[in-house]
């Protein structure tokens, strides 16, 4: 198609899962869900007077950062190419007037901007009217992304797609065979699994812990372990998606959790949201064939993740203790699915050791922090100055659980479960480096991830483990 610059149609750009890889509406859900735990009931009622009359609302209460939203670099790239011979570009979107003002204040693209205003949802057949009556000298070429759009290409005097299927490309393409193809759809189904985090997976393996510590290994406690596994990840999953939608604004403004699909925008908020019901009735599904209190832990567990998510995780001290207990209630997972007596022992040692780990994990936080100049952080109650006492509470129950290990080794009832207790001293020397050395890397700015997870992938983390589970054997067999 040539045109001169008098005649030119303008370039329209659509602006969710176009101009950005996310949707406002949901964004600004999000935002202001963190933010307020009855954003959710006020929406539903809000809901009631029309989807836009709920965007201006959820705009007005919870707008997004524009600096920190998911562009898509391909749009951009070809707004600046038109705009460098010429052409006029206009931001035409359903999402709230407010938010595409803000947006286009933000890049300095666009010569204006359209969008729904309280009354108007300024999508599909509207869009459509809308642009044919604006633009109706000049025409327009419109960049869109979905079925919605399919009535604006219709109206369009040319088309430039984002992400489309194989079969809605076809659609497009009936319509302007000249049609030109952005940034070609990626595997949501990658996307998805890589939000729930199955890497994390790795810290559900404490359900087993019980069997360990019990000396029971028959196939059905291994198989009710391995059940209560496969519910824990699940449940587990679905709270990493829903603290995942929460954090989103925080997220972006981290150097590595920004590449977080949803945060990135590689996985739609949409589909985030739907998954985590369905994970949830899954591990749930699971839970109902052992044992009835498992499932009452896996509530608890569920509970306590989401009351987290929304408000202790800017407690500061108590968030710590809270991470300590989910670490715990894995443990007492364990035993309730396979209907094993936890010893006081057992919790005392869980408890104090991942206290310990939960404080690691807020002192690479906060080292982190401060190599990157910060002070504070967004979700967060801590200062870059609290390092020090995070430090202290670490190593101090840290050791703690090494000496509840130490005066296990003195109980009676040890020498009826091994032959050479004396060995078990061995296991808590090599505890005792163990968790000084990973405060020692936490404090050194090497650990960027939970430290079970970390603890997983070390190498030294790895020979240790193997050697205080050989010391214990070794005390049962000799």
């Not at 559900?204 to 990840?233: C, D, K, M, R, Y």
Request: proline fraction near 5%.
């Amino acid at each position: 198609m040539q045109e001169t610059k008098a005649t030119r149609p303008v370039l329209v750009v659509d602006l969710d899962g176009t101009l950005i890889k996310s949707d406002m509406l949901y964004e600004c859900f999000w935002a202001g869900f963190a933010r307020d735990w009855r954003t959710p009931f006020r929406a539903a009622s809000e809901l009631r007077k029309g989807r836009a009359a709920l965007k201006a609302r959820l705009a007005a209460c919870a707008p997004p950062d524009p600096a920190s939203l998911p562009y898509t670099p391909e749009v951009l790239d070809y707004i600046r190419a038109w705009r460098e011979t010429g052409g006029r570009v206009a931001l035409v979107t359903a999402a709230d007037q407010s938010l595409a003002d803000a947006i286009a204040r933000h890049l300095g693209l666009f010569d204006e901007v359209h969008g729904s205003d309280g009354q108007t949802n300024l999508k599909g057949p509207a869009k459509a009217a809308l642009l044919t009556r604006r633009f109706a000298s000049e025409g327009f070429v419109y960049i869109g992304d979905s079925p919605a759009d399919l009535p604006v290409w219709q109206a369009a005097a040319g088309a430039v797609t984002v992400g489309l299927s194989p079969a809605l490309r076809a659609r497009v393409e009936t319509l302007h065979a000249d049609a030109v193809h952005l940034a070609p759809p990626h595997s949501i189904a990658r996307a998805a699994l890589r939000a729930m985090r199955p890497h994390q997976w790795l810290k559900n393996l404490l359900v087993f812990f019980p069997l360990l510590a019990a000396h029971v290994l028959e196939a059905g406690a291994l198989t009710q372990a391995a059940i209560a596994f496969a519910a824990f990840s699940l449940v587990a999953s679905s709270v990493y998606l829903l603290n995942d939608l929460l954090d989103l604004g925080a997220d972006r403004a981290h150097p590595r959790k920004r590449n977080r699909p949803l945060a990135s925008g590689a996985l739609p908020l949409a589909t985030g949201m739907v998954l985590v019901p369905i994970l949830v009735l899954s591990g749930g599904a699971l839970a109902l064939t052992l044992e009835p209190l498992f499932l009452l832990v896996l509530l608890l567990y569920y509970a306590l993740t989401i009351t987290y998510s929304l408000w202790l995780k800017r407690r500061p001290i108590i968030d710590i203790c809270t991470l300590a207990s989910l670490y715990t209630l894995r443990v007492a997972a364990g035993g309730a699915a396979t209907g094993l007596v936890l010893s006081v022992w057992l919790l005392a040692f869980s408890a104090f050791l991942f206290f310990s780990l939960a404080a690691v994990k807020r002192q690479a936080e906060l080292v982190d922090m401060a190599e990157r100049g910060l002070d504070t952080v967004a979700g967060r109650g801590y200062r870059v100055g609290d390092l020090p006492v995070i430090t202290q509470m670490a190593t101090a129950s840290g050791f703690v659980a090494v000496l509840v290990l130490m005066l296990y080794v003195n109980e009676p009832t040890v020498l009826t479960k091994y032959n050479y207790p004396v060995l078990i001293w061995g296991a808590c020397l090599v505890l005792l480096y163990w968790v000084a050395r990973m405060i020692l890397v936490a404090q050194r700015g090497r650990m960027e991830d939970d430290p079970v997870v970390f603890a997983a992938r070390d190498r030294t983390s790895q020979v240790a483990f193997v050697l205080i589970v050989g010391l214990f054997v070794g005390a049962g067999l000799l």
